[in-house]
């Protein structure tokens, strides 16, 4: 609990809300507990709208710079990976295609801060402004978690203007 408390300051969780976490063997575990929050979560909301939740498959978005990790995630709990590309123009997840991915369905878009490939970060701040306009235009609200496997530790310290964590409204977990 004592850990938790000191990473929800590190990643400016709200003080006036309650949150959790948990330790875990490694981030892929960590990614795994992310995924299946984002699910259920988006189930519950799907269902309350009226959504008939069965007659697709959800779907997670994220940039093709993921860990396996979340392949697995998805083949173990029947989600479709939408995966927007990367090219030598966009080295990290594309904010300009990130909503062409995106429908009722999408339990929610994974920004990843360290991909391990470019050694570029997603641009959490941007996808956050998207996802903002877009959920200001429907009922089926979208919400990022923060792949962090490889930045969470060091960039509150090494870049500590990046805004990537808790600050922004529409991060709702984050894994390291």
Known sequence: NRCVNIIADLWHA???????????????????????????????????????????????????????????FCVYWDIDM?????????????????L????????????ILGITYTGCYDDIYALNEKLEEYNSKTEYKVYIHVDAASGGFFTPFVEPDIIWDFRLKN???INT
């Open 82 to 98: 939408r995966v927007v590309p990367m090219d030598k123009d966009h080295m990290q997840l594309s904010t300009d295609q990130v």
């Open 14 to 72: 709200p003080k006036d809300q309650k949150f959790m976490g948990t330790s875990t063997i490694g981030s892929s575990e960590a990614c795994m507990l992310g995924g299946m929050a984002m699910k259920f979560a988006w189930r519950k909301r799907a269902e309350k709208l009226g959504l008939d939740i069965y007659a697709k498959k959800p779907n997670l978005v994220i940039s093709s710079g993921y860990q396996v990790c979340w392949e697995k």
């Open 171 to 173: 991060v709702i977990s």
């Open 100 to 111: 062409d991915y995106v429908d009722e369905y999408t339990i929610g878009v994974v920004g």
